[in-house]
T-cell receptor
Framework: EPEVTQTPSHQVTQMGQEVILRCVPI?????FYWYRQILGQKVEFLVS????????KSEIFDDQFSVERPDGSNFTLKIRSTKLEDSAMYFC?????????????FGPGTRLTVL | RKEVEQDPGPFNVPEGATVAFNCTYS??????FFWYRQDCRKEPKLLMS???SGNEDGRFTAQLNRASQYISLLIRDSKLSDSATYLC????????????FGTGTQLKVEL
């Protein structure tokens, strides 16, 4: 069964450093998303991406964040200057097309720890 | 008021019990509704979509009441493997494909 993959599974970084989280969505999917979950809290939407541009972003997704689809398979989330409060689980998700866009499949997540 | 509200639990039930979870959502413009399951430190996994007519998938039954802005999930004959956090999720009309999650209800099924 096709699945979304994410690397690394765990990233530890120093405050102020840049991190890039990587995702490989399901191959025939067209819509891509990033969500985050701070420990003990709910899953929160960050950004959606379609046709090589951002479709929607939340208030959390400020200028420190950016997304990119550098090639035909990867989808990345960059945090330019990490803060302690960026420590969270980051989930990538993808969905197939506009009709089935509400059915999103999540990757296993990257645990980001900012020290 | 929170966009999606759930009783956090935990619900501790014996194996074989029937358990029901409830969820309310604040925005009447919500258009799509789901239950996801999340195991500890794992990703959310889609359990089932929720339709106005109600729907069933094996031991799981989901109901939607648009008038009351209320969603429910019923698990019959619960198994040890059902132990997880159950997340109520909605998509708002005009909200693109953004999933809005509740905080989840924790279920522990015991011997």
């Amino acid at each position: 069964e096709p699945e979304v993959t994410q690397t690394p599974s765990h990233q530890v970084t120093q405050m102020g450093q840049e991190v890039i989280l990587r995702c490989v969505p399901i191959s025939n999917h067209l819509y891509f998303y990033w969500y985050r979950q701070i420990l003990g809290q709910k899953v929160e939407f960050l950004v959606s991406f379609y046709n090589n541009e951002i479709s929607e972003k939340s208030e959390i997704f400020d200028d420190q964040f950016s997304v990119e689809r550098p090639d035909g398979s990867n989808f990345t989330l960059k945090i330019r200057s990490t803060k302690l409060e960026d420590s969270a689980m980051y989930f990538c998700a993808s969905s197939e097309d506009r009709v089935r866009a509400d059915t999103q499949y999540f990757g296993p997540g990257t645990r980001l720890t900012v020290l | 008021r929170k966009e999606v509200e759930q009783d956090p639990g935990p619900f501790n039930v014996p194996e074989g019990a029937t358990v029901a979870f409830n969820c309310t959502y604040s925005n009447s413009a919500s258009q799509s509704f789901f239950w996801y399951r999340q195991d500890c430190r794992k990703e959310p996994k889609l359990l089932m979509s929720v339709y106005s007519s109600g729907n069933e998938d094996g031991r799981f039954t989901a109901q939607l009441n648009r008038a009351s802005q209320y969603i429910s999930l019923l698990i019959r004959d619960s198994k040890l493997s059902d132990s997880a956090t159950y997340l109520c999720v909605v998509i708002l009309t005009g909200g693109g494909n953004k999933l809005t999650f509740g905080t989840g209800t924790q279920l522990k099924v015991e011997l």
